[in-house]
C-alpha cells in the first residue's frame, strides 16, 4: 500500500554520513514538530535525479525556508559514502539539502514506493515522489505517473502546493 496524504510516515533508521563516518538519524524524532520537505529517488548519480530532480531542490530550498519548511530531505536507496560525494558534486550539502540513505530500503518498501529497473541497474530502488510533512503526518504528496519523467515532483511542483 502506498503512503497517502494524511497518513504518519512510518518508523525508519535511516544513514548519514557524519564526522567519524556512517550515523543513524530517527526519522521520526527528526520530524516531530517540524515542517519537512522529503523527497525520494531512485538513485544518486543517475540521470534526472541528478540533471532534474535534485537541482530544482536546491534551486527551491530558499524559498521552501520562506514558507516555513525547517529542512529540505533527499531520501535515496543508497548508502550514506555515495549520497556524501553526490551532496558533494551537485552542491546539494552547500544549498542545505540532507541527504539520507535507506541503505537496505526498508522505509522505501514501507512507504510502498519500491522501484525496479533490471534493464537499467536500478534493483529495489525508490520510485520518485516529493511530499511535506508536518510533524510526521504527510499532507502533500506529489507521485511520478511515468517511470523516468520529473516533473510532478519538481522542487518548484511542491513548492507551489504550499
Sequence with gaps: MTISKGDRLPAAKLLRLGANGPEAVDLG???????VVIFGLPGAFTGPCTTSHLPSF?????????KGVD????????????L???GEVTGAAKAGITLLGDAEGTFTQA???RFSAPDLGLINRATRYAMLVEDG???????EKQAGACEL?????LLAMI
Design 153 to 157: 515532483t519538481k522542487g518548484e511542483e
Design 58 to 66: 536546491i534551486r527551491t530550498r530558499a524559498a521552501f525556508g520562506a
Design 71 to 82: 529542512e529540505v530531505i533527499c531520501i535515496a536507496v543508497n548508502d550514506p559514502f555515495t
Design 84 to 86: 556524501n560525494a553526490w
Design 111 to 113: 512507504l510502498g514506493m
Design 29 to 35: 524524532a527528526r520530524l516531530k514538530g517540524r515542517k
Design 137 to 143: 503526518v504527510v499532507s502533500v504528496l506529489n507521485l
